[in-house]
């Protein structure tokens, strides 16, 4: 019988310690306001945190015209501006919530490039999406779904997927899955002109 009651007693304490209704709210409050402000992430694009591996570097998309390009070229293209990289699809419903936003960076930061890749199932998908949501920015297409080799190479595992490359060809940040993301935005005010 005592060994029962220090059972019970034992499950108690500890139903007790986890109940996350007790939690201060001022405290997660400062929790999420540290998270925010530290950029700790743990997603390994590379072996070199700020620098996109070879398999993404040469993954080859299709322009709007049909052309093949390398993710490198496309990086290229833009080399000494900031450029935010959308990965998207038009059937992702987060993906399309998220272009009111994704509108509002591009005016509040005309400088910087903004490049969508899409991993859409058919390139007419992919074109009437570009014209319906009035996307503007540099469009490439990939016949891939998100777990193929270039989903894999930047460890995908949510769209829409932002990530934000500096002036140099860097990555800035890895990841973010909202457009008003407040690290983003951050990431986005210090690489400014």
Not at 5 to 16: E, S
Not at 62 to 83: E, P, V
Not at 96 to 111: H, S, V
Not at 184 to 193: E, R
Request: include cysteine; glycine fraction near 4%; hydrophobic fraction near 40%.
């Amino acid at each position: 019988m005592k060994k029962v009651f220090i059972a019970l007693f034992a499950l108690g304490m500890i139903a007790v310690s986890c109940d996350t209704k007790k939690v201060d709210a001022k405290i997660a409050e400062e929790i999420n306001e540290l998270k925010d402000s530290l950029a700790i992430e743990t997603d390994n694009v590379s072996k070199n945190n700020n620098a996109f591996n070879p398999v993404t570097l040469n993954k080859e998309f299709d322009d709007n015209d049909g052309n093949k390009i390398s993710f490198q070229k496309i990086l290229d293209k833009h080399k000494g501006n900031a450029i935010v990289i959308d990965v998207w699809a038009s059937w992702c419903p987060d993906c399309i919530k998220g272009f009111p936003e994704l509108k509002n960076l591009q005016e509040k930061y005309p400088t910087t490039a903004f490049v969508f890749l899409s991993l859409d199932k058919t390139k007419d998908k992919w074109k009437e999406a570009i014209k319906k949501y009035d996307l503007q920015g540099d469009h490439y297409y990939l016949n891939e779904k998100m777990k193929d080799e270039f989903g894999t190479s930047i460890e995908l595992d949510w769209i829409p997927r932002y990530i934000v490359v500096d002036t140099q060809g860097n990555i800035a940040l890895k990841k973010a899955i909202v457009a008003n993301d407040s690290l983003l935005i951050k990431t986005l005010d210090k690489l400014q002109p």
